[in-house]
């Protein structure tokens, strides 16, 4: 299931250069505002920490935030100055870490030791190839969506009436 489109991430990438020097001027906190405005200038609903319940013991294995605009489920985390890109602890394996994770973070640590990528470059692949991507997995298993994200309406979702039907593009709502 793929939650980003390349305009998307064009738009997000620039909010993140933006709000990244505004970061290291406001502290982590501060970032929080400026996302959450900035999303929802876009017509993004924003979900931030407190809205996202954890589940049991790993319960703060989730995402800073969840913003939602028609079908585009945006999965973010957040970073202060102090846990920079090319910190060394984006690179250790952490308990809460799913399989997948653990690779990514060995095998950019293996990339930039070769030097094939800077350490900007991979403390960045690490969030997006790696954490994100454990989010996602972890949906239900380590923190719930809010509620009321289910109440959001879809439209153009191909479904298929049964096995012997053409997919066709209905409007539908998630229940």
Do not use: C
């Not at 060394?88 to 690779?103: C, L, P, T, V």
């Amino acid at each position: 299931m793929r939650f980003v489109k390349v305009s998307l991430l064009r738009s997000a990438l620039s909010i993140l250069t933006e709000a990244f020097l505004f970061l290291q001027m406001e502290g982590k906190k501060e970032f929080y505002k400026k996302a959450k405005e900035a999303l929802e200038s876009e017509g993004y609903r924003y979900y931030g920490e407190d809205d996202i319940k954890g589940i049991g013991s790993s319960h703060m294995s989730k995402p800073d935030y969840i913003a939602v605009k028609g079908n585009i489920l945006v999965i973010g985390e957040i970073k202060s100055p102090k846990e920079g890109p090319t910190s060394a602890s984006w690179r250790q394996i952490q308990n809460s870490d799913g399989e997948e994770f653990k690779k990514v973070r060995l095998e950019v640590a293996e990339r930039e030791k070769l030097g094939l990528i800077s350490k900007e470059v991979g403390g960045h692949e690490i969030i997006i190839r790696g954490q994100i991507s454990d989010y996602i997995e972890k949906i239900g298993i380590t923190y719930h969506l809010p509620s009321d994200i289910f109440e959001l309406e879809f439209k153009d979702i191909p479904v298929k009436k049964n096995e012997d039907d053409d997919i066709s593009t209905k409007k539908r709502r998630h229940s």
